[in-house]
């Protein structure tokens, strides 16, 4: 049974070679359409010359030969037109038609070779049979080349997309606790004051720090430390419930969540969220000196017009370190 991540790869990969082959046909009809003319009228010249030094029989069937060619030009130099037609609908739409419309071709250029094999005098049979032999095996050889080819560099580059997104996604994303990390957060925080600077929505940061985790790391150890940071990114993810809210770790026990269109009041919502969130694992901390169980402190800040990302770090940090020194496991909103 294939896992769901593996599922999803399969069909970006379906989807990848999908769009690839679609840029190739659209390359190789353009020399598939060139060949065709010019082979139309290297046969319909070839008619004329034969027909003035009377190696052609005329009246053998129900067709006019020369009309035929001249018909089969006339519908080569429309396909560009059916062709643009067709790229403008979906798979299931332009692949069948594609393939109608090339049996339909195929059919005609039969029809074709079965006339001059029956009004040529000069052999017209054994030079189409040949013609037609001699083409098959190299179209077939070729396809069969060129197919494998194709595949392989396809599936090549979705492997290199596939790669570069992992890395994309690993550089903005913190290894322990799969949270966004601070270079990601500075990013869509900038996004944010620019959006709010033109459309004036509020913007509200919080920024966290987990009560004595120094404390906590030498009584219980490293390893639960690291669980414990993990436990408090589940808290704030829990309690940031909004699509547009992002949860990062700010860096080694900081945490910072950032509330885009929301004010003070959202801001100070979200903050008791995540405190009784927290609460209610009750992770137990005997170095804490405010409650036997895991806290945080939390400093609130609502972006102001025209204040940049720095000013607004420094403003929530000031909040913070307030939460901090009038007795942790609470919040303070900065001035």
């Not at 414990?228 to 547009?244: D, P, Q, T």
Request: proline share 2%; charged share 20%.
């Amino acid at each position: 049974m294939l896992s769901a991540e593996q599922r999803r790869l399969s069909s970006h990969l379906d989807q990848h070679l999908n769009e690839a082959r679609w840029r190739a046909l659209k390359a190789g009809l353009r020399w598939y359409w060139v060949i065709n003319l010019i082979a139309i009228l290297f046969l319909l010249t070839r008619f004329y010359i034969f027909r003035d030094a009377h190696l052609l029989l005329v009246n053998v069937l129900p067709w006019s030969y020369e009309w035929q060619l001249i018909t089969m030009a006339c519908v080569c130099l429309l396909l560009p037109m059916g062709w643009l037609w067709l790229s403008r609908q979906p798979h299931a739409v332009w692949q069948p038609s594609l393939w109608v419309c090339g049996l339909c071709w195929g059919m005609a250029w039969a029809s074709v070779g079965y006339t001059i094999s029956i009004v040529d005098l000069k052999g017209g049979f054994n030079l189409i049979f040949n013609m037609v032999s001699l083409l098959l095996i190299v179209l077939e050889t070729g396809r069969r080349m060129l197919n494998n080819w194709f595949e392989l560099a396809v599936s090549r580059e979705h492997e290199n997309l596939v790669l570069a997104r992992k890395l994309d996604a690993m550089a903005s994303r913190d290894p322990l606790t799969g949270l966004a990390n601070r270079r990601h957060f500075d990013q869509i925080c900038k996004s944010a004051i620019a959006q709010g600077t033109t459309l004036e929505t509020p913007l509200t940061v919080i920024l966290l720090d987990v009560d004595f985790f120094k404390r906590y790391n030498d009584h219980y150890g490293h390893q639960a430390g690291d669980e414990c940071l993990i436990l408090v990114a589940e808290c704030l993810e829990e309690s940031a419930r909004e699509s547009g809210d992002l949860v990062a770790r700010y860096g080694g026990e900081e945490f910072v969540v950032l509330l885009q269109d929301t004010d003070l009041a959202g801001g100070e919502r979200v903050a008791e969220r995540i405190r009784h969130t927290l609460a209610a694992r009750a992770l137990p901390h005997e170095g804490s000196e405010v409650a036997p169980h895991l806290t945080l402190s939390q400093g609130i800040a609502q972006w102001r017009q025209g204040e940049s990302l720095v000013m607004l770090l420094e403003r929530v940090d000031g909040a913070l370190y307030q939460a901090k020194g009038e007795g942790r496991n609470c919040y303070r909103l900065a001035a």
